[in-house]
């Protein structure tokens, strides 16, 4: 199969059109795509590695060549209109390989996400930090860029964004956003992060917090009056606290879990399922910070938020079992 940009717009644009969510180009096997959570195979014929070497050089500028050579994969955003994709290529078995994640046209607003929207509650904060987190492909970054979005209209705030790499690029409206990718620039999360307070922003979105160092600057940043959004890939609530703490050295955990008690506002958890109409619905685990919570943290019972979350209905809260008991009827 000759693949030139062209020709794989137009099918990428035809998988976008059908509902998938990624495609896949692997050498020596079929193209497949993600529609509705299951993969499905795009036709019988085998990708040659001359085809698929042909359209990385032609998606992709010197660096990110080079970036490829060197740790054998590389991120970016490529655009075959009216689509944007996020790529990821990688290698198996000594082989080239691709999966592009295809981004919505448009951010869509909070009230179409489902039970994500949810995490509108946590607006108005000023300050602090607010987790969004989920599995791969849970929707987290369309969530969080959603979430933005609405802020966007709200406020008159300087917004900046650090990501690997950038996906939605924001409207102007009332608000300024500054979006920033990892490795053209800045060189990692921790040091992006330290870096943004300088640049006097009110809101830092964090497209993940990977380590330790990063988790640390977060902290900083958000007890030091900025309002802070990260995303992590972790399950529940409980999970993603455990999580956090465990990213410190044991000596720092102590006061790593005050500063969290202190700064947390929030966590949104978000898992995908697939309903009985072959759809995908949005459950979504919110826990909002109150006294009781940053007790339990400061103490390291983090099994004990989750009767927090139980009791917490009438403030917002839900586990995931709620979750998916308001989704009933779909699956």
């Known amino acids: ?23 896949f180009l692997s050498e020596g096997k079929p193209m497949f795509c ?3 959570g299951r993969m499905k195979k795009m036709g019988q014929q085998e990708l040659t590695k001359e085809a698929l070497c042909k359209f990385f050089f032609q998606i992709t500028c010197r660096e990110q060549q080079e970036k490829y050579l060197k740790h054998r994969e590389v991120d970016f955003t490529w655009e075959a209109a009216p689509w944007r994709f996020r790529v990821h290529v990688y290698r198996q078995q000594g082989r080239i390989s691709f999966a592009l994640r295809i981004l919505p046209r448009s951010i869509p607003a909070l009230g179409e996400l489902g039970q994500a929207g949810l995490i509108q509650q946590f607006m108005d904060y000023g300050d602090g930090l607010l987790l969004v987190t989920g599995a791969t492909g849970a ?29 939605y690029v924001y409207p102007s409206g009332r608000c ?8 053209g620039d800045f060189v990692d999360y921790a040091s992006g992060i330290v870096s943004a307070m300088r640049e006097n922003p ?23 009056g900025h309002y802070v959004i990260a995303t992590m890939h972790t399950g529940g609530a409980v999970e993603t606290v455990e999580r956090f703490i465990s990213m410190f050295p044991v000596e720092q955990q102590e006061l790593a879990r005050s500063m969290l008690a202190s700064s947390l506002r929030g966590i949104c958890s978000q898992k995908l399922f697939r309903g009985r109409d072959g759809r995908q ?19 390291g019972k983090y099994e004990q938020l989750k009767s927090v979350m139980q009791s917490g209905a009438d403030a917002g809260m839900q586990t995931m079992e709620m979750a998916v008991d308001k989704l009933y009827e779909y699956l």
């Open 1 to 23: 199969m000759e693949l030139d940009g062209n020709a794989l717009g137009e099918i990428l644009a035809a998988a976008a059109e059908e509902g998938a969510s990624d495609v």
């Open 34 to 36: 993600r529609q509705a």
């Open 139 to 167: 929707g987290k970054t369309t969530t969080v860029a959603a979430f933005l979005a609405e802020v966007g209209r709200r406020r008159e705030y300087h917004i900046l964004t650090l990501e690997d790499p950038v996906e």
């Open 176 to 183: 300024l956003f500054s979006q920033q990718e990892l490795g």
């Open 202 to 224: 009110d809101v830092i979105m964090i497209a993940e917090l990977r380590d330790g160092a990063a988790c640390a600057a977060a902290l900083s940043a958000a007890s030091s």
């Open 281 to 299: 619905y949005c459950g979504a685990e919110l826990l909002h910070s109150n006294n009781a919570v940053a007790n339990i943290i400061r103490k």
